[in-house]
């Protein structure tokens, strides 16, 4: 009994921290109030109020802010930032020389009125909305109307569409702007999650019930920034969200159902929708026969591996994943991967006549998708199937045929009960309806459920939304949000460094209209935003090792999308053309071969394939080789916040693949072009182009000795060294 007497101690002591904790977190489902400006000590400092919040948590700390980067190092900060494009040579001395005390502002206002800044920002919310132009999963078809929601958001960004307008079009356009075709487009955020089509017998009620989960769970995410997906069987473990609340959102969007909507005259629709029928209708047939020769082979591969597998290997799968205990999970998770049955296993187990078959059909399959017609130009949405709502119910462990008590819409309880952070259990049982259903006497064909709920999440009454959107915005522009799980205000989620200052600044986007330029700005303009992030601070080192009261600027590495985006504008190859649908790029035969029945199709148009990373065609199950070296995100769940790896691989890729021997290939084309063979101009206008500065003199004896001591012919050397310019650190990072 004494030796457990420790442990006990060390138990209670932490759930007492624990619990200090959740009410600190819970400060999250609180209403909104903006703070006063806090005092501080060094205000000749602080250039607006971000740095007066910024300030005084250093001044607690008894720290300071580091110095002000160099001029030059700033502009290349601000580009990549918010136009996720290197400046040019000539936009940096255009900068240095502007001498006037608002050049900063001046530049800050240029680049927001850029078109490319909706095309670097809208790539973070379509992060959040996992966008792909595909469905996932085995099949993995394209959605050939996807690239609209895309579009939609780049302009909605760049036109600075208004917090509460922004919100509502995705939510319910069709309800608040039925006349207005553009903004239909925002309704494709209901049809982005991934989407499972399956041959064979389908369940109606369980393939429904995907769909209103995956609506639910990205609202949750976005909007509201919380884990609303865990009490879709359970009641959250965490936060007070009971299940049943799962479930009274989830009516919002009972009555929907997905449709594309027309923007074609209806005889030309009708005519090509005919054809489009037949031709589904013939590769159905075709994946029905694929499937009735795999179906065999997979299930007895399938009884082969499982025969194989431990008792308490099985027993863990027998039970839900959500009640696995976290030795159950491993097991599970070894075990399904053994129980991926894939193409290759099955061609290989079957005989010689049922293989010779198999070809057959699947090259059969691939001649029918490579003759795929045109889609009919459509809108991706979802709309109400009348004033006729099918009744919501809660369900039991999450399964749609065991269904609970019945529910109604209404908002989560603890954020419309100001200050409520304890679940009281009268929620657990309260039915009454908090939206009044619509009378057919209105003559409306919606019911109007999701209008309430736009209204609502873009409304001062909610106390998330607002401080979720800020925080992402604050989390690109320094590194880290806020709060450093942009999709987790919860108990399980990060504590606010600043909750103060998110208040603020949530209370300044509701002030300001739901403009979001005006708190770009804000940012940017800041003394916070323009520090140096290479300082000698020991104390500060000791104090705040991770720099989370933000005493230096982050040095951030270039994201996948950015990353490629710098090459093509640094090679002279960037394709500026914007929108339309995503351009296919060229696979390597490795990755191509991992497509389903070889659909993959690339642009035979060349100039296409320079085109912003954002208008690149996103397939879940194959992205472009070095966007994911890079860690660009998966597509089936939100990614709020992206991971920033360091592995063998990038280095691979940057030195070794096709992509970036070409792109040093048009770099060197460009640079001879402009500076002939002469090494040292050569060398001085590589070091401008791809890092903004004047190569030193050591760097600039490397490089003229590189370029005059080569082997092979002039453009294959300075080829070679333009790829050894792509992988300094310098050109990676921003500091």
């Known amino acids: 009994m ?37 005092d501080v000590r060094n205000t000749d400092w602080v250039a607006n109020p971000v740095d007066a919040f910024i300030l005084k948590g250093l001044e607690d700390l008894d720290l300071g802010p580091s110095p002000q980067a160099p001029r030059r190092t700033l502009v290349r900060r601000l580009y990549l930032d918010l136009i996720g494009l290197p400046p040019t040579p000539a936009q940096i001395d255009r900068f240095l020389s502007d001498t006037r005390p608002d050049a900063w502002t001046r530049l800050v206002d240029r680049l927001l009125a850029s078109p490319a800044y909706g095309q670097r920002w809208a790539q973070h919310w379509l992060d959040v909305v996992r966008y792909a ?13 996807a690239w609209r929601y895309r579009d939609w958001v780049i302009e909605s960004l760049n036109h600075d569409r208004p917090f509460a307008r922004f919100i509502g079009e995705q939510i319910a356009a069709d309800e608040l702007f039925p006349d207005d075709p553009r903004a239909l487009s925002a309704l494709g955020l209901h049809r982005l999650g991934p989407l499972r089509m399956n041959a064979g017998t389908q369940d109606l009620a369980k393939n429904r019930q995907e769909r209103l989960t995956e609506i639910v769970d990205v609202v949750g995410s976005a909007f509201l920034g919380v884990t609303f997906g865990c009490a879709r069987c359970h009641d959250h473990k965490f936060d007070p969200l009971p299940q049943a609340d799962y479930y009274r959102l989830q009516a919002f969007f009972a009555a929907s159902r997905a449709v594309d909507l027309p923007l074609v005259p209806a005889s030309e629709r009708t005519r090509r929708e005919t054809i489009r029928k037949d031709w589904m209708s013939k590769r159905d047939t075709i994946r029905k026969q694929l499937e009735a020769i795999e179906a065999p082979v997979r299930k007895r591969l399938l009884e082969q591996i499982r025969s194989r597998l431990g008792h308490d290997t099985l027993a ?3 039970i839900d994943a959500a009640n696995r205990t976290p030795g159950q999970s491993r097991l599970a998770s070894a075990a399904e991967r053994l129980l991926m049955v894939g193409e290759p296993d099955i061609r290989k187990a079957l005989n010689s006549a049922k293989r010779r078959e198999y070809i057959v059909v699947q090259a059969r399959l691939q001649a029918v998708q490579a003759s795929e017609p045109d889609a009919v130009a459509s809108v991706m949405a979802i709309v109400d199937r009348g004033l006729e709502v099918p009744v919501t119910h809660r369900l039991v462990r999450g399964d749609p045929h065991e269904p609970g008590e019945e529910v109604f819409p209404s908002f989560p309880a603890v954020m419309v009960e100001p200050g409520k952070v304890v679940r009281p259990p ?63 205000f919860g108990v399980m989620g990060a504590a606010a460094t600043h909750p103060e200052l998110l208040d603020w600044l949530a209370a300044e986007l509701v002030a300001g209209d739901g403009h979001i330029k005006p708190l770009h700005r804000l940012m940017v303009l800041s003394a916070t935003y323009r520090q140096s992030s290479v300082t000698e601070n020991p104390r500060a080192v000791v104090a705040d090792p991770e720099n989370q009261m933000l005493w230096r600027a982050r040095r951030r590495r270039l994201e996948a999308e950015a990353l490629r985006d710098s090459l093509l504008a640094v090679s002279g190859q960037l394709n500026r053309h914007s929108g339309g649908p995503g351009v296919r790029l060229p696979l390597p035969a490795e990755v191509a071969a991992l497509q389903y ?3 993959w199709k690339a642009d035979p148009d060349l100039f296409q394939h320079n085109r912003r990373s954002i208008y690149l065609f996103v397939k879940r199950n194959n992205r472009p080789p070095l966007l994911v070296s890079f860690d660009a995100p998966g597509t089936m769940v939100s990614c709020g916040r992206r991971n920033e790896s360091s592995h063998a691989g990038q280095a691979l890729a940057l030195l070794n693949s096709p992509e970036l021997a070409s792109q040093a290939r048009a770099f060197a084309s460009r640079l001879e072009g402009h500076s002939g063979r002469a090494p040292v101009a050569v060398v001085q206008h590589a070091y401008r182009l791809a890092l903004g500065r004047e190569p030193s003199p050591d760097e600039l004896s490397l490089g003229r000795a590189f370029l005059e001591n080569g082997k092979g012919p002039f ?13 300094l ?3 990676l990072y921003v500091e």
């Open 2 to 38: 004494p030796r457990l007497l420790p442990a006990i101690l060390l138990l209670l002591i932490t759930s007492g921290d624990t619990v200090g904790q959740d009410e600190e977190r819970a400060w999250a489902y609180t209403p909104v109030r903006r703070p006063a400006l806090p």
């Open 133 to 145: 132009d595909s469905d996932g999963f085995e099949y993995d078809d394209p959605r050939p109307h």
């Open 316 to 318: 863990a799968l027998a």
């Open 426 to 488: 009268a929620f657990r049982q309260r039915t009454r309806p908090s939206i009044d259903e619509v009378s057919e006497s209105d003559g409306r064909r919606s019911s109007g459920r999701r209008a309430e709920l736009a209204g609502w999440l873009g409304s001062r009454r909610n106390p998330l939304t607002a401080r979720v959107f800020v925080n992402r915005i604050w989390q690109h522009h320094f590194g880290q949000g806020i709060v450093a799980t942009p999709n987790d």
């Open 597 to 599: 029945k070889g659909s």
């Open 715 to 727: 453009a294959e050397t300075l080829a070679d060294y333009c790829l050894v310019l792509f992988n």
């Open 729 to 731: 650190d310098e050109f």
